[in-house]
């Protein structure tokens, strides 16, 4: 296990321990590291810097061990993408020009199976590339979305600087060892005034507050939580002035909400049979869950 730092105050970090590692090291396995499974309560050692209210895993896994975990990781919610995409989209939607949308370049860091780009392209916008780690997230693609997609965690050599006018990553930042490299990199590679629209956890969202440790944000695939100041902060010491910072309302069926839920299995279960029986377990609902997104610029 390896000590990380608060990424915003690093050696002036006054942390105080909010909860405990709850797992066995060894016992973690590819499957615990697929986006969106069911929650197992699994996190590391939790910690809060007092100056600046990160919150943040402390210690956490060596990156060569993670990046390994989520090569091997699988793709399981291509339902709830079908969701995210249109959500998603309307945050892309409000910062596209009037005209010329085609001769934008846009990338998706941690796109998954490519859903969101699906989204883009449909959108008129066909110079698009996405980044995942998963071998089997970029399988699960389709065929004219996969060739665009480099199996890669996120670094700088992939891609020129200066080359794309928006970026894109959304439920990525929390899972960055070092977000201030990752958000230098994303600065490097936009072009002048170009824009991020990143999607994080908020740890002062609904679920925190009602639910503290068993909300799904603890988990072990999560390094870095945010609320909305600290994020602010954190995109500002990287130059990415941010233009918009709000709470991101999600739209899901009812069964994945149920999901979410901090209830024993069998529960979960029980409850999502007699959803499915009543025919109301697909019915989309939307719900201001947690979610935080931020819309930012490049500082020239």
């Known amino acids: 296990m390896i000590p990380i730092q608060c990424a915003l105050c690093g050696k002036k970090q006054k942390i105080k321990e909010l909860y405990k590692e709850n797992f066995n090291p060894n016992?973690?396995?590819?499957?615990?590291f697929s986006a969106r499974r069911?929650?197992?309560?699994?996190?590391?050692?939790?910690?809060?810097?007092?100056?600046?209210?990160?919150?943040?895993s402390n210690p956490i896994l060596p990156a060569r061990t993670i990046k390994k975990l989520y090569k091997e990781s699988d793709f399981t919610y291509n339902l709830e993408s079908k969701f995210l995409k249109k959500t998603y989209g309307e945050y892309l939607k409000k910062i596209l020009p009037l005209k010329n949308i085609d001769k934008l370049k846009i990338l998706d860091i941690g796109c998954g199976n490519g859903f969101f780009l699906e989204e883009v392209m449909e959108m008129g916008i066909k110079n698009i590339n996405g980044v995942e780690p998963s071998i089997d997230s970029i399988k699960k693609a389709s065929p004219s979305i996969k060739k665009i997609i480099k199996n890669s965690v996120f670094k700088s050599y992939l891609f020129r600087n200066n080359s794309f006018d928006i970026i894109c990553f959304f439920h990525t930042l929390d899972h960055i060892v070092n977000p201030n490299v990752f958000l230098n990199i994303?600065?490097?590679?936009?072009?002048?005034?170009?824009?991020?629209?990143?999607?994080?956890?908020?740890?002062?969202?609904?679920?925190?507050?009602?639910?503290?440790?068993?909300?799904?944000?603890?988990?072990?695939?999560?390094i870095y939580l945010?609320?909305?100041?600290?994020?602010?902060?954190?995109?500002?010491?990287?130059?990415?002035?941010?233009?918009?910072?709000?709470?991101l309302k999600n739209r899901y069926p009812i069964l994945y909400w149920i999901k979410l839920l901090p209830f024993p299995k069998a529960l979960k279960h029980n409850l999502g049979k007699l959803l499915h029986v009543a025919g109301i377990g697909d019915v989309p609902i939307t719900l201001n869950a947690g979610n935080t997104v931020i819309i930012a610029e490049k500082k020239n």
Not at 190 to 215: A, Y
Request: hydrophobic letters at 35%; one cysteine or more.
């Open 38 to 56: 069911s929650p197992d309560r699994l996190h590391y050692r939790i910690v809060k810097c007092i100056n600046c209210g990160l919150i943040f």
């Open 186 to 222: 994303v600065y490097n590679l936009l072009k002048k005034n170009g824009k991020v629209v990143c999607v994080v956890h908020d740890t002062q969202g609904l679920s925190v507050k009602l639910f503290g440790e068993k909300s799904p944000i603890f988990d072990i695939e999560h």
């Open 226 to 247: 945010f609320n909305k100041n600290n994020l602010v902060k954190i995109f500002k010491k990287n130059n990415l002035k941010p233009l918009k910072v709000e709470s």
């Open 27 to 32: 016992t973690i396995t590819p499957k615990i």
